[in-house]
Each structure stands twice: as C-alpha cells, then as structure tokens.
C-alpha cells in the first residue's frame, strides 16, 4: 500500500532563468562552496518546515522561486548550521530545527527513529516502515539521514533527504520510499538500504 503526501506540487520550484522545475530545495543552490557540499540538512529542514506551513498564512514561505527558496534557505542556514562532519545525528539536526522554530515564535514537537550503526541494536525493519507511515498518514514529511547508502546505489551517503511517500507489502521484505533530493523525485529500496548499510542512519519527524 502507497502511502503518500497529499500535495507535493507545495514543494515546486521555479527557475526564474530557464523555466525548469524543481522539487523541493536543491543545496546545490547555496553560494558557497562549504554551504554546497554540506548544506543537505538545511534543505531538508527549509522542504520540511515549508510543507508544514503551507496552510498556515502567517507563517507560509515562499518557494516558488529558485530565488525565494535560496532566501528561506540562507535564513534556515543561521540555524540548522552544519559542523565539521555535517549534521550527523538525528539529535542534532532536531535541535537546530526546534532553535529556529523557538526564535520564530512556533510550537513545534518532534518524533525520531535512530538506525545504530550495530545491527543488533536496530529497531525492526516494520518498525522503521511503521514511524514513516505514520508520519505520512498525518501528511508529515520525514526527514532521512543517511550514513552509509549500503547498496542501494540511488542514495548518496553521509546525506539527508526529504520522504514524500512509501510503498510497502507489509512482509518486512519489500518498501519502496520516494524522496526528494537534487530537486528531484527519486525512488529509494529502503528495505535494500536497512540490511545492507554499514553506519546506519535515522528518520525525524515534525508534530
């Protein structure tokens, strides 16, 4: 069964320069080159907290443009700042999340679920399909931190992404997600990923 957000056209981007559409913040449009090589989790925070307040017109941003997302995306940076190794934890990357909601004046709360590096100590793989689904049937996007992409060879490692829908049978054997990343709609094993990633990684989601 797919389960999916109810609008992802929330998430389009228009480049004001050649007519090309996006789907949802690309980091590749941050200026420097430190922002653009680490800048994946500030992107997932601008799509996430975007779709968020998409119905809510005292706090709706504007990403309509390539323009006016890469300025929601400078404003976010200020607070969902990378360090040295990115943003690694799922701890980390709701924290800095939670600081820009605080500064903004928003109630916001948060679930996660962490996939350890051990494999002894990871939640089961339905329990991972489950806080995903659980998330989209609320119409909540989840945030994905990747580790290490195993072999599921359409996902880049060390990275976040943004999950817009999943496809699950229900057998713990096949879920398919779809993210957004690059701009693009991509489609994910994540049961390919869950057995064969070395580091893991972890899912957060915005209440």
């Known amino acids: 069964m797919k389960i999916s957000l109810s609008n992802i056209d929330i998430f389009k981007v228009l480049d004001e320069n050649n007519e090309n559409a996006y789907y949802g913040c690309n980091q590749e449009w941050y200026t420097s080159e430190w922002q653009r090589r680490s800048g994946c989790g500030p992107s997932v925070a601008c799509n996430i907290i975007t779709y968020l307040h998409s119905e809510k017109p005292d706090l709706v941003h504007d990403i309509s443009s ?119 709609i991509k489609k994910i094993d994540l049961a390919l990923w869950y057995h064969t990633t070395t580091q893991g990684g972890g899912f957060v989601c915005f209440i």
């Open 66 to 184: 390539k323009s006016k997302c890469l300025s929601f995306m400078e404003e976010i940076w200020e607070y969902v700042t990378p360090t040295e190794m990115g943003i690694p934890t799922t701890k980390l990357f709701y924290d800095r999340v939670l600081a820009y909601a605080e500064a903004k004046e928003f109630p916001i709360g948060y679930e996660f679920c962490d996939i350890p590096e051990e494999k002894t100590l990871r939640p089961p793989l339905q329990e991972m399909i489950d806080f995903i689904e659980k998330a989209l049937i609320k119409n909540i996007p989840v945030a994905f931190l990747n580790l290490c992409n195993g072999c599921e060879e359409n996902l880049d490692r060390w990275h976040w992404v943004t999950v817009i829908s999943i496809d699950s049978t229900g057998d713990e054997k096949n879920a398919v997600i779809e993210i957004l990343d690059e701009g693009k």
